[in-house]
């Protein structure tokens, strides 16, 4: 829904989408099905790629820096027995019994725990690299809850920017991840 409210509200999203005030707005269901489509078809990457070449050559090069952060996705809590979360933690879900063509298609089974700040949460992790200046995303990959932010955090830096200027929060700041972002010469900006 919240998609589609943005869609309402926004001139700017309208006209990105080609739509005028008087057209018929897509329901959240239609949005998600043809973002769906496009995760089933292999593409969500390439168009990623193609917009980010577009940004480049309209002069949104990235000069001035690049952030790199992790949110959390939640999505509803599976209620699965002991037995079945431990096969899903193996890899195994396809051995459950039970679970009939249209329950298999509602559990979502490679979802995870973490925890932050004490709170628990289920779900995924959006890992970005974003412009200092122009504030794009210019590089993104998506985990499970579980993965500490930090595991992708080199994958996500931009090599090209030259400004070489990295900022992160303290969840980025080890001995490691500091020597690592000195050998690859970029001057880090790591909260402590």
Known sequence: MQRKAQILDRLSFMRFLGLSIGDKVPDAKTIWLFREQLAQAGLERTLFEQFDAYLRSNGFAAKKGQIVDASIVQIPKQRNTRDENQKIKEGRSEEIEGWSEPKKRQKDTDARWTKKNGKTFYGYKNHVQVDVKEKFIRDYDV??????????????????????????????????????????????????
Not at 159 to 187: G, I
Request: aromatic share 8%.
């Open 143 to 192: 985990t499970n809850a579980s993965v500490h932010d930090s595991n992708v955090f080199e994958k996500l830096l931009d090599e090209t920017n030259s400004s070489r200027a990295v900022w992160a929060d303290s969840a980025y700041r080890s001995a490691q991840k500091l020597a690592n972002l000195k050998a690859a010469h970029f001057r880090e900006h790591i909260q402590r």
